[in-house]
């Protein structure tokens, strides 16, 4: 394990709990003794740990440390790996990252997979960047110490959808904190406001929704309100944000797409059905370069 902090630490913790052998690695002397305290191997540097490990796991603070620690430094993972070493970096980068880290550890005879995770061990979800099989026998070690193993496609494609992750984490959060902002201008009661949206369909349905869409269950979508609904709820919901001091820019982009949906057939349909037409304007360029391949793609080719 190199790279120490809450995530790094709590995994070898746990990998310790399910009987492995760990050593670990992080220039921070404190995070090494803890760990070691507890029972882990110590390694004075990435390359002396990959020399001795034939499963790497890397939690570091994003793409810049990822390369420098994997691939770059004179001590990095790649100059101690030996041939059939399987490295999993469960750090938050985007796809090109996965793509050059990749390449270099191919050449070497190395596995490299992108597995970014969401939640600590053991509560790990982790996003695996390959196809079923490609951790070979590192799947199993995961798999004692995670809650959900996803695999999302190809290479770079789990750091894609942890990325994603993060936008509908965030994004949520930021409309969360806005509507409850409201609500106290009003004079609510902020927290029994967000109890209550909680406990409504405003606590957990957005992603179910979306996802309907996208996995094409047509029979669930059709038991939604039509979007004449939702345009007349959000212009209430407008007027509500503009009656406090409060700049709500997500109400504005709701409301803004009502309103467009109120000019189509959509009107009428479930409303998320209307994701067809969101995905026409939302689409400011070719949706080849889009998708988890990008990186790869515009070194295989130049755009017509």
Not at 87 to 97: A, E, N, Q, R, Y
Not at 276 to 282: D, F, K, M, P
């Amino acid at each position: 394990m190199i790279g120490l902090g809450g995530m790094g630490t709590a995994l070898s913790q746990e990998l310790l709990l399910a009987g492995y052998a760990v050593m670990v690695h992080d220039r921070r002397p404190e995070r090494v003794e803890e760990l070691a305290a507890a029972g882990t191997e110590v390694a004075d540097s990435a390359a002396h740990l990959a020399a001795n490990c034939g499963l790497v796991i890397t939690f570091l603070p994003g793409p810049t440390e990822v390369e420098h620690v994997l691939v770059e430094a004179p001590d990095s993972v790649l100059s101690g790996a030996r041939e059939g070493t399987i490295v999993l970096d469960m750090s938050t980068c985007g796809p090109d990252t996965a793509i050059r880290v990749g390449e270099a550890f191919d050449i070497a005879g190395c596995v490299f997979v992108d597995c970014p995770v969401s939640r600590k061990a053991p509560e790990m979800t982790v996003l695996i960047g390959g196809e079923p099989g490609v951790l070979g026998a590192a799947e199993a070690v995961l798999a004692a110490v995670s809650r959900t193993l996803v695999h999302c496609g190809s290479r770079g494609a789990g750091y894609a959808t942890k990325l994603l992750n993060q936008h509908v984490k965030y994004a949520w959060y930021l409309a969360s904190s806005e509507a409850l902002l409201i609500a106290r201008e009003w004079g609510l009661d902020a927290a029994a406001v967000a109890q209550a949206i909680e406990r409504s369909s405003g606590g957990d349905s957005g992603l179910d929704t979306a996802a309907e869409f996208f996995r094409g269950d047509v029979a669930q979508m059709a038991t939604h309100a039509p979007a004449r609904t939702i345009h007349k709820d959000m212009q209430l919901v407008k007027q509500l944000a503009a009656g406090s001091s409060v700049r709500s820019p997500t109400v504005d982009v709701v409301a803004d797409f009502f309103e467009r949906v109120a000019e189509t057939h959509y009107l009428e349909r479930p409303y998320p059905e209307s994701t067809e037409l969101l995905a026409r304007l939302r689409r400011e360029r070719p949706s080849a370069e889009t998708r988890t391949g990008a990186a790869e793609s515009r070194t295989r080719s130049t755009p017509s």
